[in-house]
């Protein structure tokens, strides 16, 4: 069972900065792949970043070159750091863990799939 729980949402202005962070419990780096979903207004939940276990990283090609996930294994928290936002970046963000698939000795993260865990989400709002 992992536990999530989101935090450093808030209300910022187009081009502004935000850096989401998610507190992990029962975390084994090993054993999960991490990433960051978002919900828009009137949208379904879509993928924003993953990060396997060996720190392999992937991302909606609308936030590439904006945001950068990465984790502290130590301290048990992933992280979003989020720049140059837009409007359209308006959402509830989540922090979620899934199993995945080994493959090339670390845990892979599904591709196009819902993850096994969610976190209760965090707000970003950008105003244009």
């Known amino acids: 069972q992992v536990q999530l729980a989101e935090s450093g949402g808030g209300s910022v202005q187009a081009g502004g900065s935000l850096r989401l962070s998610c507190a992990v419990s029962?975390?084994?780096?090993?054993?999960?792949?991490m990433g960051w979903f978002r919900q828009g207004p009137e949208q379904e939940r879509e993928g924003v970043a993953t990060?396997?276990?060996?720190?392999?990283?992937a991302y909606a090609d609308s936030v590439k070159g904006r945001f950068t996930i990465s984790k502290d294994n130590a301290k048990n928290t992933l992280y979003l750091q989020m720049n140059n936002l837009k409007h359209e970046d308006t959402a509830l963000y989540y922090c979620?863990?899934?199993?995945?698939?080994?493959?090339?000795?670390?845990?892979?993260?599904?591709?196009?799939?819902?993850?096994?865990?969610y976190g209760q989400g965090t707000q970003v709002t950008v105003s244009s």
């Open positions: 979620a863990a899934d199993s995945g698939y080994y493959r090339e000795h670390a845990v892979r993260c599904p591709r196009d799939k819902e993850f096994g865990y």
């Open positions: 029962t975390y084994q780096g090993s054993n999960y792949c």
């Open positions: 990060i396997d276990s060996d720190g392999r990283t």
